[in-house]
């Protein structure tokens, strides 16, 4: 069958609707026990899931040092990888066992270093097999629309394609909120969400074989 001129004209409208590109603005709150706000919003993540537009590639760094990781939170694209230099004159172990992010660096100190390329989106819960108190995230995200929100929660995601998608947030000590958001072709839309971290507790986690860390390094 031929396509009718009518069918034709829907085409081009479908595309032009998709071609548009709205820009989200927002605050995000981290409410902790007895209703305190929270102060340290930079470290959440605020990002946009279903359009599906390939992220820029991107690396990150996340330091060891001084037996911690800096900064404590990281977001790379599908394929970006973030190398994991050690500062301390000491051994440390990367790994993480999050699902099919998981990966081991082994030990290493300077001049030696470790990185690790992130293939699946999803949040990598990465630590040190050495020291319990070591852990950071990384985000993995599969399209470019994520941003870090400043010290006052506030965020700008640009560029989004019109349509109706789901607005994401997390926390360390909050874990995730989300909302739907309707983007127009074009121009602003404010969006707030607030984070639940009342019922956080720090909870010890295990080593990359699955056991209880060695007493003598302690949270
Ligand atoms: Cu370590």
Redesign the pocket.
């Known amino acids: 069958m031929r396509p009718s001129w009518k069918s034709v004209a829907l085409v081009s409208c479908a595309l032009a609707a998709s071609a548009g590109a709205g820009t989200l603005r927002g605050r995000v709150e981290v409410v902790e026990k007895g209703g305190k706000k929270a102060t340290d919003l930079a470290d959440a993540v605020v990002w946009v899931e279903g359009p599906r537009v390939k992220p820029q590639p991107s690396a990150a760094t996340i330091t060891?040092k001084g037996?911690g990781f800096e900064p404590r939170v990281a977001v790379v694209p599908v394929g970006g990888t973030v190398d994991f230099p050690n500062q301390d004159p000491i051994f440390?172990?990367v790994f993480s066992v999050s699902g099919e992010n998981r990966f081991d660096l082994d030990l290493y100190k300077k001049p030696k270093s470790g990185a690790w390329t992130f293939r699946h989106p999803g949040l990598v819960r990465v630590y040190?097999n050495?020291?319990p108190q070591?852990s950071a995230y990384v985000l993995v995200r599969d399209n470019p629309y994520w941003a870090r929100p400043a010290s006052d929660g506030s965020f700008e995601i640009a560029g989004l394609p019109a349509g109706t998608w789901t607005l994401k947030a997390w926390h360390e000590r909050a874990g995730e909120a989300q909302q739907p958001v309707t983007v127009p072709e074009s121009g602003a839309l404010d969006a707030s969400l607030t984070l639940d971290a009342s019922k956080w507790k720090r909870a010890p986690h295990k080593n990359k074989f699955g056991k209880d860390y060695e007493a003598g390094e302690r949270y």
């Open positions: 060891m037996k440390h172990n040190c050495i020291h070591m």
